[in-house]
């Protein structure tokens, strides 16, 4: 049974309260190493913090596919150990990509010499390769356009798990 609006919602309201709130117990001090309401949170924290949250939701099923901000190939390699660890933790998985699949759903100007961490778990990033291999062959077949173009971003939209009614607002923006 896929997962409803509303759980996607909460787990992703749980996630994040975690990653801003903090783990304190009700009534536990916070320790010198809480961050007060105007610490800014470094880059690094935030980014492990959203791989975290996205590997909870593909590792217990909520979504297929999440993927990490995007990064400079420098931060992506400062990340890559502990992103992996965290996946890992969570009952998902990583790849690092370089050359990630661009469809309608984004423009290619967020991608565009940038890597992400796909996160995966079971035969997701198998599936994931295959729409980005078919986009391929339409690409040098010159035949992506018009609904073979469509259909690639809607297999993105639902690898990322995206209700169909987002998808379809999605391409239509």
């Known amino acids: 049974m896929p997962p409803t609006n509303i759980s996607i919602i909460l787990v992703t309201f749980f996630a994040l309260a975690v990653v801003v709130g903090g783990c304190n ?4 001090a916070p320790s010198a190493t809480t961050p007060s309401a105007n610490q800014e949170i470094d880059r690094r924290s935030y980014d492990l913090g959203v791989i975290g949250a996205f590997a909870e ?6 979504k297929k596919m999440a993927l ?13 150990e502990e992103a ?10 990583i790849y690092r990509e370089s050359d990630f699949l661009v ?6 100007s967020v991608t565009e010499g940038k890597h992400v ?14 729409l980005k291999s078919e986009k391929k062959k339409l690409v040098d077949a010159g035949q ?18 995206y209700p169909e009614q987002k998808i379809e607002e999605m391409l239509t923006d």
């Open 25 to 28: 117990s009700p009534g536990e």
């Open 57 to 62: 939701m593909v590792g217990v099923g909520v």
């Open 68 to 80: 990490s901000a995007t990064l400079t190939p420098d931060a992506a390699d400062a990340l890559e």
């Open 84 to 93: 992996g660890k965290i996946a890992e933790r969570n009952g998902a998985m």
């Open 103 to 108: 469809t309608d759903l984004f423009p290619a």
């Open 117 to 130: 961490f796909v996160i995966y778990s079971g035969s997701t990033l198998e599936e994931y390769l295959a």
């Open 144 to 161: 992506y356009e018009g609904m073979s173009r469509r259909a690639i971003a809607q297999g993105m939209g639902v690898l990322l798990s």
